[in-house]
């Protein structure tokens, strides 16, 4: 099962080039992925991955053919599906000894660790947005495509802040995950200055003894005097989120996982060629291009970069010219990856699914070195504990 | 003069047509192209006024004056079309199949040719203007951008914002001659009037790269700096020169400022504060005016050459991208 793709074919002769150097990728992928599924992809939930992760890392490839060409580099991508955290550790080793320079994952964070852990390679974390792997798990030459959580919660704190609308009432899910994120929003929340009016816990349920939970009027009525601005849920499987916006008790927008979202990309973006981006998705792919598809797109154009630059290797100057590039992802501003914890520092767009709504950082926000570093961790929190090259 | 202007829009009609060209003789319009109104707005730039618009093909960008400076081509977007407009009229006379999602082009020297970046099909577009049909595609690198023939209409550069290159095509095989690489998200072309050297807008970059003509190497990057804004925020597109190729004149995109450049030195001589997201650049015949399309606060702003000073920002259409000055 396993598919090696030739993308770019030898092509120096066409420009007088050296002999080209060989970049093999190793994309390691969940052999039963549960998010795949078709009941799932259909719903199409905000920040949900919409399909593979080859797709955007060969549309990215594919785009970059005249770079490669005439640096005389040549990538192939070989994508392996494993079944648990021991096989995406034996594919890693197994990446490496094949002469791998770097190996992409779209993994659940234990399995991505395991990865990580047994190979000296650069690992992309393409599609986890766990804080824990930016922080007490992070690891040397692990890089992060996807915003972490904390980046979507302060993207989305600090519009809520632009707009004042302050108060906020937090439904948290019982996924989980849900858990942890409604902790780091809830951590958003306090940075940026907003009021949590109450937090309650929510559950998908029928049953009149569990109406407390279950009911949307109920969980949105006023008790008391607390009245709020929004509704901050936290769904990590999404269905409630979903049923959410509209039947609130009174009339507020529904923010976090369903009605206004921080995500990396959004296929309605209109500016800074981010619509000949999603084109070029969709014609290759046939379906709309999701902030996960962007995240391995971004992985492939960071990949190409560094390739580019250092066309004859070895590995070690290519794990360099990744780690300390500047890459354009058509987000408008050049984008690099934080020395601190190997996330990709980028814009976050503020999505209802049919347009973009803003963009973060938000205007007047600022940082003394790069706006960006206003979204997630900073250096100076040290939560990433390990020495990074 | 500005009266007869003025009662043109009054009456129109095919009998002011005379009036109309005799007006135009003396006159100084600007026509700034606007991609949410499709229109091109007018502006009177002797009376620094907003005297009406043109509607046009649907998502106006770039606009040309033909050769013979009697039409105006616009290339619209959402009509997969350039619109030919007759600058006597002010009307839409014609309409070219120049294919899908149009953005920007050039014209050969001799008018025939109409060269085309086709940003979704990452190739170089020969359109022949006079049967309305594709002579030529050449493959280049993702998401073309800026074009531009150069005088002797043998060559044809063209951006690839995705490749970061600079494509050298030979116009009359469709060969690539050379690809240049530049930096980061090459946009805007401007050729020294003595053809030796090509200077290419990176807008990831806050520079612009400078190609010795003769061998195709970057012999210099001017990278430019604004008090008060970071390098990220300064995103150069559109670029322009004097005729005596002494000075360029750069927009800085979010940075909200056009840079004086002096050509032999490289070095910047001065920042003019326009309005947001300055995108575009274009010289009156004089090189007393600079006019610079704000693409962000849906405004263009005059700038004096001389003085280097703003003279004053005139409301156009929505999301305005070029302009043309015909005089």
């Given at each position: 099962?396993?598919?090696?793709?030739?993308?770019?074919?030898?092509?120096?002769?066409?420009?007088?080039?050296?002999?080209?150097?060989?970049f093999k990728l190793t994309l390691l992928v969940p052999a039963d992925d549960a998010r795949l599924e078709r009941s799932r992809t259909e719903r199409a939930y905000l920040g949900h991955p919409g399909g593979p992760a080859a797709d955007g890392l060969l549309v990215a490839l594919k785009e970059a053919k005249f770079e490669l060409e005439a640096a005389g580099a040549v990538l192939t991508l070989d994508t392996v599906p494993v079944a648990n955290a021991a096989a995406a550790k034996d594919a890693a080793q197994k990446a490496e000894k094949g002469g791998a320079a770097v190996v992409l994952t779209?993994?659940?964070?234990?399995?991505?660790?395991?990865?990580?852990?047994?190979?000296?390679?650069?690992?992309?974390?393409?599609?986890?947005?766990?804080?824990?792997?930016?922080?007490?798990?992070?690891?040397?030459?692990?890089?992060?495509?996807?915003?972490?959580?904390?980046?979507?919660?302060?993207?989305?704190?600090?519009?809520?802040?632009?707009?004042?609308?302050?108060?906020?009432?937090?439904?948290?899910?019982?996924?989980?995950?849900?858990?942890?994120?409604?902790?780091?929003?809830?951590?958003?929340?306090?940075?940026?200055?907003?009021?949590?009016?109450?937090?309650?816990?929510?559950?998908?349920?029928?049953?009149?003894?569990?109406?407390?939970?279950?009911?949307?009027?109920?969980?949105?009525?006023t008790t008391g005097n607390a009245t709020y601005d929004v509704v901050w849920v936290v769904d990590?499987?999404?269905?409630?989120?979903?049923?959410?916006?509209?039947?609130?008790?009174?009339?507020?927008?529904?923010?976090?996982?369903?009605?206004?979202?921080?995500?990396?990309?959004?296929?309605?973006?209109?500016?800074?060629?981010?619509?000949?981006?999603?084109?070029?998705?969709?014609?290759?792919?046939?379906?709309?291009m999701t902030a996960h598809d962007w995240a391995s797109w971004m992985a492939g154009k960071a990949i190409t970069s560094a390739a580019t630059e250092v066309p004859k290797g070895p590995a070690v100057a290519f794990a360099k010219a990744l780690n300390e590039l500047e890459f354009d992802?058509?987000?408008?501003?050049?984008?690099?990856?934080?020395?601190?914890?190997?996330?990709?520092?980028?814009?976050?767009?503020?999505?209802?699914?049919?347009?973009?709504?803003?963009?973060?950082?938000?205007?007047?926000?600022?940082?003394?070195?790069?706006?960006?570093?206003?979204?997630?961790?900073?250096?100076?929190?040290?939560?990433?504990?390990?020495a990074r090259p | 003069?500005?009266?007869?202007?003025?009662?043109?829009?009054?009456?129109?009609?095919?009998?002011?047509?005379?009036?109309?060209?005799?007006?135009?003789?003396?006159?100084?319009?600007?026509?700034?192209?606007?991609?949410?109104?499709?229109?091109?707005?007018?502006?009177?730039?002797?009376?620094?006024?907003?005297?009406?618009?043109?509607?046009?093909?649907?998502?106006?960008?770039?606009?040309?004056l033909t050769p013979d400076g009697k039409k105006l081509l616009v290339a619209c977007a959402e009509s997969n079309a350039a619109d030919v407009i007759d600058l006597a009229t002010r009307k839409s006379v014609g309409r070219l199949a120049i294919g899908e999602d149009p953005e920007a082009f050039d014209l050969s020297p001799d008018g025939k040719t109409l060269y085309i970046?086709?940003?979704?099909?990452?190739?170089?577009?020969?359109?022949?203007?006079?049967?309305?049909?594709?002579?030529?595609?050449?493959?280049?690198?993702?998401?073309?951008e800026g074009?531009?023939?150069?005088?002797?209409?043998k060559l044809v550069w063209v951006t690839s914002e995705v490749a970061n290159m600079v494509h050298v095509i030979d116009a009359a095989t469709g060969k690539v001659v050379k690809n240049v690489k530049v930096g980061k998200r090459p946009r805007r072309l401007a050729l020294t009037p003595d053809g030796s050297q090509l200077w290419v807008t990176n807008e990831m970059s806050a520079s612009v790269s400078i190609l010795s003509t003769k061998d195709w190497t970057v012999t210099d990057t001017i990278q430019f700096e604004v008090k008060g804004a970071r390098s990220t925020d300064i995103t150069?597109?559109?670029?322009?020169?004097?005729?005596?190729?002494?000075?360029?004149?750069?927009?800085?995109?979010?940075?909200?400022?056009?840079?004086?450049?002096?050509?032999?030195?490289?070095?910047?001589?001065?920042?003019?504060?326009?309005?947001?997201?300055?995108?575009?650049?274009?010289?009156?015949?004089?090189?007393?005016?600079?006019?610079?399309?704000?693409?962000?606060?849906?405004?263009?702003?005059l700038v004096d050459v001389a003085t280097a000073k703003p003279l004053k920002s005139l409301p156009v259409g929505r999301v305005p991208y070029g302009a043309v000055i015909v005089e």
């Open positions: 099962m396993r598919r090696l793709i030739l993308v770019a074919l030898l092509a120096g002769a066409a420009f007088g080039a050296a002999q080209a150097a060989t779209d993994l659940p964070a234990d399995w991505t660790l395991a990865a990580a852990d047994a190979v000296k390679l650069p690992v992309m974390n393409l599609g986890d947005a766990s804080d824990r792997l930016r922080e007490q798990d992070c690891r040397p030459r692990l890089l992060h495509l996807l915003p972490s959580e904390r980046m979507r919660t302060d993207a989305l704190a600090q519009t809520l802040a632009a707009a004042r609308w302050s108060q906020v009432l937090l439904l948290t899910g019982p996924a989980p995950a849900d858990a942890q994120r409604s902790a780091t929003a809830q951590a958003s929340i306090k940075r940026y200055g907003l009021k949590l009016v109450a937090t309650k816990p929510f559950k998908l349920s029928a049953d009149p003894r569990e109406r407390d939970l279950a009911n949307l009027k109920l969980l949105t009525g990590s499987d999404g269905e409630f989120a979903r049923t959410l916006p509209y039947r609130t008790s009174l009339p507020r927008p529904v923010v976090g996982d369903a009605g206004l979202t921080a995500l990396a990309w959004s296929a309605q973006f209109e500016r800074f060629g981010a619509p000949q981006v999603s084109r070029r998705f969709t014609k290759a792919t046939g379906r709309p992802g058509s987000k408008g501003t050049p984008m690099s990856f934080r020395p601190w914890d190997g996330q990709l520092r980028q814009p976050m767009l503020l999505t209802d699914g049919q347009g973009v709504v803003a963009m973060a950082p938000v205007e007047g926000v600022l940082h003394p070195k790069n706006n960006l570093d206003t979204l997630g961790v900073d250096a100076p929190e040290k939560l990433c504990k390990v | 003069m500005n009266k007869l202007v003025f009662a043109r829009s009054l009456l129109g009609g095919a009998a002011m047509v005379a009036m109309s060209l005799l007006a135009q003789a003396q006159a100084q319009t600007a026509y700034v192209s606007s991609e949410k109104d499709h229109t091109l707005t007018v502006i009177d730039l002797k009376t620094q006024a907003v005297t009406g618009t043109v509607p046009t093909c649907r998502r106006p960008r770039h606009v040309q970046s086709q940003e979704d099909d990452a190739a170089l577009g020969f359109f022949d203007i006079a049967s309305g049909k594709f002579t030529r595609t050449v493959e280049v690198g993702k998401e073309p074009v531009k023939a150069s005088p002797d209409g150069p597109v559109g670029i322009t020169m004097t005729k005596d190729g002494k000075q360029a004149f750069v927009a800085l995109g979010r940075a909200n400022h056009v840079a004086f450049v002096d050509v032999a030195s490289h070095k910047t001589t001065a920042l003019a504060l326009v309005g947001k997201r300055a995108w575009n650049v274009t010289l009156d015949k004089s090189e007393k005016q600079l006019l610079v399309v704000n693409g962000l606060s849906d405004d263009v702003t």
